[in-house]
């Protein structure tokens, strides 16, 4: 019966170690981030702003008349908590539910100007992103006549923009 016992408990640990050497690598790989999207050319976000051009302008509009928000992502807002800047929760999910409609990432207000987050990519200490912004460019941008991926080759923390149309850019900025 012991011998039994042990050929059992043998064969269990047999079988558990079989799975284990096939679940555990699996289960690493698909843990481990792969290097994610692609960053989108220029000629791909002036057609997305184009597209999305009237969602944008509606954001835009909002923003002017809630004054005190300034920045708002998906899951986050500065303020922290919006209704003390007297956004309530309900227009907040309005913001939102355009930002998803317009895949924005996140928004903030400039002193004369609206950003509007595109993509990013890495860490804000070694990434750069790219969006559009409304309104004035930023007097530390550097005025880009041509594609900005190709002005930021060997260059570290650049900022540059692009007009696109009458007060709206195409902006990279970051590493």
Known sequence: MKLRTAAIALTGLAALAAIAA?????????SVPGPGAVAPSDTAMIAHWEKHRATLDQITDMLRRDPALNRLGLTW???DDPERAHVPAARIADYRDLMREASIISVSRGHRSVQFLFYASGLSVNGFGKGFVRGEPSRYAEIVDGDLDKAAVDRKKVLFQRPIGDGWWLQRDGS
Do not use: F, G
Not at 22 to 30: G, N, Q, R, S, W
């Open 22 to 30: 096939i679940v555990l690598p699996l289960a690493l790989t698909a």
């Open 77 to 79: 807002s500065d303020p």
